[in-house]
């Protein structure tokens, strides 16, 4: 009798230290995963470059770490591995993003998208302001009148000119333009009013309705949230994006303006880089194609 009562006891104390191992195990592991989202949110985070668009500057197959801190971290935007959106908010950052910065953002949507199939990261330099006017010249960048410093990796593709060629796929619709010779565009900035006609709706209807509003147009009159209007005042700050790699970079030129809410951070190094296009299953061929050169490169 004296034995049984023994051993109860004996396996309640084991359940008790089962239990309080299992709690404790919780609690660290809890303030070990807050810890992640924090830093992951707000200070710092990991991005895999998918496409050349940024060559030489950053290459395909490079992994990222982007300081989120510099512009003002966010909460999450979306649940992870979905594109479920939530409401988020943004703290104070120690400066603003400026031109020639290299920039990750939330993809905003292609030219005729109102809001993006996917939620994406993009990676492109800033190479324009709100307020500025940008224009390209037979493949110069200018802003504001005078030519845009080049980036130090700045790429070409040595092909023939497009010329006077105009692409139906460039940003805004309908413009005469091409990606060699693109402009003039006022990037636009909150307060900045934008004078409508049946004309130029074409090119600022997506634009408009990216900002929250319906539009439509019947013989007579432009209708915003069903009442007419001439003109259009601008709610929110914009930049303007463009790939190192001129000439192999679907970007602002394409899809238009970044909206400054968009913006996560700034990437600082690389801390690893190797071939995306070979599966992971063919490990000694992935490990093989490890750039150890590229390993500690900074990015600016």
């Known amino acids: ?21 299992a709690l404790a195990f919780l609690k660290e592991f809890a303030i070990v995963f807050g810890a992640f989202l924090v830093l992951n949110n707000f200070v710092i985070a ?27 971290g966010t909460s999450p935007r979306n649940i992870p591995f979905t594109n479920v959106r939530l409401p988020w908010f943004r703290v104070p950052g120690f400066r603003d993003v400026d031109r020639g910065d290299v920039i990750v ?56 000119s497009y010329g006077p060629v105009m692409d139906d796929r460039i940003f805004p619709k309908g413009v005469q333009w091409n990606e060699e010779n693109y402009g003039p ?29 319906t539009v439509s147009v019947d013989p007579s009159r432009i209708l915003i949230d069903g009442k007419e209007a001439s003109e259009y005042t601008v709610q929110r700050d914009y930049l303007f994006g463009m ?15 970044i909206p400054r ?20 299953y063919n490990i000694f061929a992935k490990l093989a194609s490890v750039r150890l050169g590229r390993i500690g490169t900074v990015i600016k």
């Open 1 to 21: 009798m004296k034995a049984s009562r023994k051993q109860k006891i004996a396996e309640q104390d084991d359940e008790n230290t089962l239990m309080a191992k």
């Open 46 to 72: 990991s991005f895999l470059v998918p496409t050349g668009s940024m060559e030489n500057e950053v290459m395909t197959g490079d992994l990222l770490f982007v300081n989120k801190f510099i512009y003002g």
């Open 105 to 160: 953002f939330v993809f905003p949507g292609y030219r005729d998208e109102v809001a993006p199939e996917d939620f994406t990261f993009y990676l492109k330099r800033c190479v324009a302001l709100p307020g500025d006017t940008l224009r390209v010249v037979n493949r110069v960048l200018y802003v504001n009148g005078s030519v845009s410093p080049l980036p130090r990796n700045m790429k070409f593709s040595y092909r023939p």
């Open 185 to 213: 565009i006022v990037v636009p900035k909150k307060g900045m009013v934008i004078h409508l006609n049946r004309e130029t709706i074409q090119a600022w209807d997506t634009f408009i309705r990216r900002e929250g509003h």
């Open 243 to 257: 790939g190192d790699h001129r000439d192999n970079s679907l970007d602002s030129r394409y899809w238009g303006f």
């Open 261 to 280: 809410e968009n913006l996560v951070g700034t990437p600082l190094i690389v801390y690893w880089s190797w071939d995306t296009e070979i599966p992971i």
